[in-house]
C-alpha cells in the first residue's frame, strides 16, 4: 500500500513525498511548472539527475531512481532537517564535513547548504545531504568549481559556527572570515535581487518545506 503526500509547491512544479511499506521516495515533478520557467524547471531537473548520479553510491545523499523530461525520483532519506533536530554537537559536522569531502571528489558541488532544511540529522546522530536542485557536476574542476566547493565549505561552517562554535578550528574561523570575491559579489550586488525575486515574485522562503518534511525529508 503507497500513497503520496505534497511537500511543496511553486512556479517550478511539485515535490511529493511517495510512502510505501516497501520503501519511500521523494518525487520532483514540474509537469504543474508555470509555462514561462517550465524550461528553467526541466533544466534543473537534469543538473539534478546528473549530480545525483555522479553520486550513486553514497548512501548519506539520495540515490537517482528515475528520470523523464517532467518528473525525478530519488530515494527517500530517513532523519530530521537540522534546525529542527539540532545537531548532536562535534561528531555531527565531523560526519558532514567528510561527505562534502566525499562529493567534491566526485566532482558535485551542492550550491544550496545555506538552508537548513537540506542538511538532515540521521536516527543514529550522522549527516545526509537533500535537495540537489540546484548541484552542478564539473569534469574540469576548474576555477569556477574551486569556488563553489569552497562556498559549500563556508555555508556548512556557518551551521558550525551556529550549533558548536567552540569547536571551530583556527583554520576554519579563517574560511569563515575571508569569503571569496565572487561571494562578496553576490552578498553585495545580486543577493537583495535574488531575495526580491524569489521571496517577493516566487514566495520562496529559505526554509520553505520544512515544517511540511518533519521527519520525512
Not at 26 to 41: F, K, N, P, Q
Not at 55 to 62: E, K, S, T, Y
Amino acid at each position: 500500500m503507497s500513497r503520496k503526500r505534497l511537500l511543496k509547491k511553486d512556479l517550478f512544479g511539485e515535490v511529493w513525498l511517495q510512502e510505501s511499506t516497501a520503501e519511500s521516495s521523494i518525487l520532483r515533478d514540474t509537469g504543474s511548472a508555470h509555462w514561462w520557467v517550465r524550461w528553467l524547471a526541466r533544466w534543473l531537473l537534469k543538473r539534478e539527475a546528473m549530480a545525483l548520479a555522479a553520486l550513486d553510491g553514497i548512501d548519506a545523499v539520495p540515490t537517482l531512481i528515475h528520470c523523464s523530461d517532467d518528473q525525478l525520483t530519488r530515494s527517500y532519506i530517513g532523519g530530521t532537517p537540522m534546525h529542527l533536530g539540532t545537531p548532536p554537537g562535534k561528531s555531527y559536522f565531523v560526519s558532514a564535513a567528510r561527505l562534502l569531502r566525499r562529493m567534491h571528489r566526485a566532482d558535485v558541488v551542492h550550491n544550496d547548504l545555506a538552508k537548513e532544511p537540506n542538511l538532515i540529522v540521521r536516527d543514529d546522530g550522522s549527516a545526509a545531504f537533500i535537495d540537489f536542485q540546484l548541484a552542478w557536476q564539473s569534469l574540469g574542476r576548474g576555477r569556477i568549481f574551486r569556488i563553489a566547493a569552497r562556498e559549500d565549505i563556508r555555508h556548512l561552517l556557518k551551521h558550525k559556527r551556529t550549533y558548536c562554535p567552540e569547536e571551530l578550528t583556527d583554520r576554519e574561523r579563517s574560511i569563515l572570515d575571508n569569503p571569496s570575491g565572487l561571494s562578496r559579489l553576490w552578498m553585495g550586488a545580486f543577493k537583495p535581487v535574488y531575495l526580491f525575486v524569489t521571496r517577493r515574485m516566487f514566495g520562496w522562503s529559505d526554509r520553505e518545506g520544512a515544517g511540511d518534511r518533519g521527519q520525512r525529508t
